[in-house]
């Protein structure tokens, strides 16, 4: 099933032409710019898998510019993810590198990423964290365990689906269980 359930494929054509196409540039030169050796990426939904699509572009793009793996959560601050949606994200994240389940529980997303950097032993984390969604956060964050880097905090939502269409990235069925296109998949998982 593709994101066209909520938005048209012609539309998202478009809006990836004339919006998401430009921010894409900007957000693989930012992956170029700051990942040095090695990083991880975050997965949690379709905007980390985005964010690992285009980090799976740029290392593609530069051999031997860098190495990356992904990891998914297996609990969302203190509430255990299914199972099934778990092994989802690591069955779609696997189409672009090695994958992890990171089990540990955490309480904020600062904890979460200082504690990603400290046991897979890297200093840079790629987030799929949009400044619509939880703030204003900058490209770049440095942080006391290394960097942060936000390749997609300057999208908005359609950006997000447009990339989707467009790249036809498989996401979690759940999103396709949502009444609108814009539900979080935490915010489907947990009532």
């Not at 032409?17 to 379709?46: L, P």
């Not at 993810?81 to 779609?92: A, D």
């Not at 440095?142 to 498989?170: E, Q, T």
């Amino acid at each position: 099933m593709e994101p066209t359930k909520f938005y048209k494929r012609e539309y998202l054509e478009a809006w990836y032409t004339v919006k998401t196409k430009e921010k894409e540039e900007r957000a693989k030169e930012v992956i170029k710019k700051h990942v040095e050796k090695t990083a991880v990426v975050a997965i949690s939904g379709k905007d980390s898998l985005v964010s690992l699509a285009i980090t799976a572009m740029v290392a593609k793009e530069n051999p031997k510019s860098f190495e990356f793996t992904a990891v998914v959560g297996k609990y969302f601050i203190d509430r255990e993810i299914p199972t099934k949606i778990v092994n989802e994200l690591v069955e779609i994240a696997k189409q672009f590198c090695d994958v992890y389940i990171f089990e540990e529980k955490w309480n904020v997303h600062a904890d979460l990423f200082a504690l990603i950097a400290k046991r897979y032993k890297v200093d840079t984390i790629i987030s799929g964290i949009r400044n619509s969604e939880n703030g204003f956060h900058p490209q770049v964050e440095y942080r006391w365990w290394g960097k942060l880097i936000n390749p997609i905090s300057h999208w908005g939502l359609r950006d997000v689906w447009a990339f989707i269409a467009h790249y036809r990235i498989r996401i979690p069925n759940l999103y396709y269980l949502a009444p609108v296109p814009w539900a979080r998949l935490q915010d489907l998982m947990f009532d």
